[in-house]
């Protein structure tokens, strides 16, 4: 079983930066492929980025492109994603997600068997 624990939400201006993290314990997130979605009020969880299991490989949606980073830490057991030029349709609970297979290729919810409990970022004008 793998526990999942996000940090580094918060409330930040257009234009502002954060950096969120998630920590893993239970089990050594080494071989998992991992993700951050997010979920906007009264919308469906989606894909935000993905990270293959040595970090070698990742994939953005399109509308955070050029502007988040998702990188981990395999031997902190940490992965993290930087946000950059935040804008207010960012606004969501960001969740990470931990899936067996170990590439970077699943973005759909069903492909991840663990979650943390999600932490809000609040991006206001």
């Known amino acids: 079983q793998v526990q999942l624990v996000e940090s580094g939400g918060g409330s930040v201006q257009a234009g502002g930066s954060l950096r969120l993290s998630c920590g893993a314990s239970?089990?050594?997130?080494?071989?998992?492929?991992m993700a951050w979605f997010r979920q906007a009020p009264g919308k469906e969880r989606d894909i935000v980025a993905t990270?293959?299991?040595?970090?070698?490989?990742?994939y953005y949606a399109d509308s955070v492109k050029g502007r988040f980073t998702i990188s981990r830490d395999n031997a902190k057991n940490t992965m993290y994603l930087e946000m950059n030029s935040l804008k207010l349709e960012d606004t969501a609970v960001y969740y990470c997600?931990?899936?067996?297979?170990?590439?970077?290729?699943?973005?759909?919810?069903?492909?991840?068997?663990?979650w943390g409990q999600g932490t809000q970022v609040t991006v206001s004008s």
């Open positions: 997600a931990a899936s067996y297979f170990s590439g970077a290729s699943v973005v759909t919810t069903a492909g991840y068997a663990y």
């Open positions: 239970g089990r050594t997130l080494s071989t998992y492929g």
């Open positions: 990270i293959n299991w040595s970090g070698d490989t990742t």
